[in-house]
């Protein structure tokens, strides 16, 4: 590590450009430059030059999602594609609520509660801890109504989608496939793009978006607001 130069931390950094993608050496470059700096603060190594890793410049990984955004006709083909019943439920969710498949995957039939409107309701617990509660729409409450479990008091604490998460993708790629996008790049966080693009394309307050998608800073949710082409300021602008 004494002999380890910027100059040295550069041209790994670059090797590993080779091999990996920019958000992977970036990550990687990151966390090297996180341990020196604890090794500096605990003074765990004598004679450590100063940090290398911090002198590397690094490219930033390029936004994607873009590129993976489906328009309304694609998701409705996709959605039509999957699996009757518990796929095509599951991914129906997933689009209509935003929620990540790590949050679909573990609702259970106790997270869900009717409201004082008459509204049906779902708990979704996210990253770290936090939990928030959206709206189910009527049409996909009757999707779900008809799923094995529902109303059965024995089967409160089952969770509704019982597979992993390594089954949820296999079962959208291969429905996919079957619409006609199988050179797509597909996954179930693109339905959450697909949700947050297409609301706020339909006129949806970026606030709400916020918190339905659960983002923690109102930026990561206006970030969706460029990734496709639309009405902006010039649109006002009067000709001169």
């Not at 130069?5 to 090297?32: K, N």
């Not at 694609?74 to 699996?83: D, H, I, N, P, T």
């Not at 609301?199 to 606030?207: K, Q, S, T, W, Y």
Request: net charge positive; hydrophobic share 40%; charged share 25%.
């Amino acid at each position: 590590m004494r002999n380890l130069t910027p100059e040295t931390a550069a041209a790994l950094y670059d090797q590993w450009l080779t091999r990996y993608s920019p958000a992977t050496a970036a990550l990687t470059c990151a966390a090297l430059s996180s341990f020196w700096r604890f090794l500096e603060r605990r003074r765990l190594v004598r004679g450590l030059p100063p940090n290398p890793w911090q002198e590397v410049r690094r490219r930033r990984p390029r936004d994607r999602r873009a590129e993976r955004i489906l328009t309304e006709a694609e998701v409705r083909a996709l959605l039509a594609a999957a699996s009757p019943h518990r796929d095509a439920v599951l991914f129906r969710f997933c689009y209509y609520t935003g929620a990540r498949i790590s949050e679909a995957l573990g609702v259970r039939w106790e997270h869900f509660s009717r409201g004082q409107d008459g509204q049906w309701y779902c708990t979704l617990y996210g990253k770290g801890g936090k939990t928030r509660t959206v709206a189910i729409r009527p049409s996909l409450w009757a999707s779900l109504a008809t799923l094995p479990g529902w109303g059965e008091p024995a089967h409160r604490r089952d969770r509704v989608w019982p597979i992993t998460r390594k089954t949820a993708w296999a079962q959208l790629r291969r429905a996919a496939a079957r619409a006609g996008l199988g050179g797509r790049t597909i996954s179930p966080h693109v339905l959450r793009h697909c949700h947050a693009t297409h609301a706020l394309e339909h006129g949806a307050a970026l606030p709400d978006v916020q918190a339905q998608l659960g983002h923690a800073r109102l930026d990561t949710t206006a970030t969706y607001l460029h990734l496709r082409p639309g009405r902006r300021s010039e649109a006002v602008l009067p000709e001169l």
